[in-house]
């Protein structure tokens, strides 16, 4: 498997494009994206656990109820969330699709992400969705993951080659996220495409299986979006045999999708809203992988750790204290605790008790831009990372005046 450039048009047959339509008011911000195959794909998607939930939301789980889709379309700067008229915007975006393309409009996933609770209007989209389809390229995908991004800083993209079957496949993605980032999945929007042959029921098995180890472990701030949603579309153009049953395709599949979504969630979690550093907590020794992931995504969302680390403070204090709240089976006496990045490593904990430490390398050690938070509970195999961010000044001055 390798790296490879592209994105969501690296696997063949994909096309994307955005641009800006109007409902976001900065006229140099694209604002609409569409992501479609030459092909009918097989396709799923999870979603979030959210009790309020975004009608493209709704409109995109009765699509997929069949297992297949051909097209995505997302725009930003309205969540189309709590809107009385919400499921019928995002029914005439597909529609809207559909008329451009010649595609079913039950083939069409449809996302939305930005300010909750403001009507959107579709005219604006309608009135842009031929100059969309015209610019749809196999180099569109930097485009289209600009399209989706709201507070985001850096654009989202990634792909990868592998083997399946005896043929070389291709899986790529783009995600936007900054703030309201703590899935459940399931404001998170993740769009993945692949040229591999894989049926639907097992790429269903495949991204239900994922999500558990990569965007279920980011948290930046704590808050559920009610519009996180991960889409996958999968053409079967690289021409391996159809993957549908466990084996060593699927593995493979598995393995690539699992390439994406870490490096994905990686750079969710580096461009959480005000953010200077990139937190990773690696667990490890645990006794089960559930308790892995309960400790390492309590650590990362403990506000009194994502504090210290925005100041470079080994309070390591406080990622213990984590660990003792978070309900997972742990022997707090046997844990161990190292912090560590490009400077260096510093241990600061063992069994459960403070060591002798120096402050000076352990400043050094966490002022770098990314920095690991190393547990080892010393009582099992099973281990587990969680992603987030530190917790800055900026974050508060940014969300404080969204709406507005």
Request: glycine share 10%.
């Amino acid at each position: 498997m390798k790296q490879v450039s592209g994105g969501v048009c690296a696997p063949k047959g994909f096309t994307a494009a955005g641009v800006h339509c109007g409902v976001r008011k900065n006229r140099t911000k694209r604002d609409l994206a569409l992501i479609v195959s030459e092909e009918p794909c097989a396709a799923a998607a999870v979603y979030t656990q959210n009790l309020v939930k975004g009608a493209p939301l709704i409109v995109t789980r009765a699509h997929l109820e069949n297992g297949f889709a051909q097209a995505i379309v997302c725009n930003s700067g309205n969540a189309n969330t709590c809107n009385a008229d919400g499921e019928q915007v995002a029914a005439r975006m597909c529609e809207a699709v559909a008329r451009e393309t010649g595609l079913d409009p039950a083939d069409v996933v449809v996302a939305s992400t930005g300010v909750i609770g403001q009507p959107l209007d579709p005219a604006p989209i309608e009135a842009a969705m031929p100059a969309l389809v015209a610019a749809l390229s196999r180099d569109g995908s930097g485009d289209a993951a600009e399209a989706i991004m709201t507070t985001d800083v850096a654009k989202k993209e990634v792909a990868v080659a592998f083997e399946a079957g005896g043929r070389i496949c291709t899986l790529g993605g783009v995600a936007k996220g900054s703030g309201m980032i703590h899935p459940n999945m399931a404001t998170m929007l993740v769009f993945l495409t692949t040229d591999a042959a894989i049926s639907p029921d097992m790429l269903r098995l495949a991204l239900a299986n994922d999500v558990k180890d990569s965007f279920n472990m980011i948290s930046i701030d704590g808050d559920t979006s009610t519009n996180d949603m991960v889409a996958i579309l999968a053409n079967g153009l690289a021409g391996n045999p159809v993957i549908d049953a466990p084996g060593s395709d699927y593995a493979a599949f598995a393995e690539a999708l699992a390439c994406v979504t870490r490096r994905l969630c990686r750079a969710i979690a580096k461009d959480g809203e005000g953010a200077g550093r990139l937190l990773t907590c690696r667990v490890s020794g645990a006794r089960s992988a559930a308790d892995a992931r309960t400790i390492a995504k309590a650590v990362i969302c403990s506000s009194l750790v994502k504090t210290a680390m925005a100041g470079a403070d080994a309070n390591w204090g406080r990622v213990l204290c984590a660990v003792g709240y978070c309900g997972a089976a742990v022997d707090v006496n046997g844990v161990a605790v190292r912090f560590s990045s490009a400077a260096g490593t510093v241990a600061v904990c063992e069994n459960g008790h403070g060591v002798p430490f120096s402050e000076e390398t352990a400043k050094a050690v966490l002022s770098a831009d990314e920095i690991d938070i190393l547990l080892d509970l010393a009582a099992g195999d099973a281990c587990a990372e969680a992603w987030g961010c530190d917790l800055t000044c900026e974050y508060v001055k940014i969300n404080s005046d969204y709406r507005t």
